[in-house]
């Protein structure tokens, strides 16, 4: 870890973030989603409780009820994953934060949807930043933003346009690209990572950031078709001889093709062989080393500040560090 942030810990979050054992978002990233609800006619559509399970979808309808009522909650998710408060998982959040920490940033987000994991690290970053808890120092993030769904992508677009000035007064510069991509068609995503790559390389980027939120809603007959893409990912940051960090968040999966896919691209981009296939309702998996253990589901409460409750929300987090 950067010797900038040696002296982070998640039990000293500002009272602003975390307060008797509740998780509360940035304002800012709260005002924004408020606003662009309100300014689209949206807010009282405002019901999570009622779409609560809802995983997105290719329609404007589907990409409309999921950023009015999911997004707060992927967006607490994340924070909580990177903030982690409670000194849970240390490595995980040292790790975001030393990436985010200053220079140059790629950073993937593969299903991106709304963007509501990249943004809420973002808005972690900066309030941080804001409350001198880390260094403000020259950050530039460029992100490549990947999903099948045009809708989704341009309510990530817009989100982050409007917190585009709050990140920049706190030293942060972000680049977006979206990428209207079908992953469940390997060629399509191939063609998207290798621009991924170009643009890097074009602006000497030597630190990569693989960003996944919330797929597994898809469920496995859903996922099963991005395998190919995934691990083609994968495969392309271990290769890429640059410093790159996988992070995958999900809501409680509680199903072992979860785990037994983690494993799979933990080794894949360790480039270590092994084999893996269909099997059922699962997967199956053989290598010549050690599995991961079953990843932990941790819970927390968060404000929701639309409706001025607290929420409970559950999170397993998966995060590998190639170099």
Known sequence: MSPLLHAFSGSVLSSALWHD??????KPLVEAHRDYLIENGWMGKYDPTGSAGTIGGASAEEACDHVVNRFLNSAARMQYVCSDPKDEQAD???SVLDQLAEGRIHVIDIAAGNGAGTISMLSLICELRRMGSIPKLPLNVG???VDFSP????HFAALLHRLSPWLASAGIVVELNLCHCD???LGDFSETLDGFFTHARERDVRRFLCVISAISGAKKEGVEPMIDSLKHAAAGLSHSKR???W???EPHVGKSWFTTLADAIQLTLKKIKHRFSPKGDSFSLTTDVPMLKDPATRSFHWSDPHNGKSALSRVIVLAFKNR
């Open 183 to 185: 992953l469940t068609v």
């Open 92 to 94: 995980v959040r040292d």
């Open 247 to 249: 992070l995958w968040v």
């Open 143 to 145: 992100i490549t933003a």
């Open 151 to 154: 809708a989704a992508l341009n």
């Open 243 to 245: 410093s790159s960090t």
């Open 21 to 26: 054992g509740v998780l509360h978002l940035p």
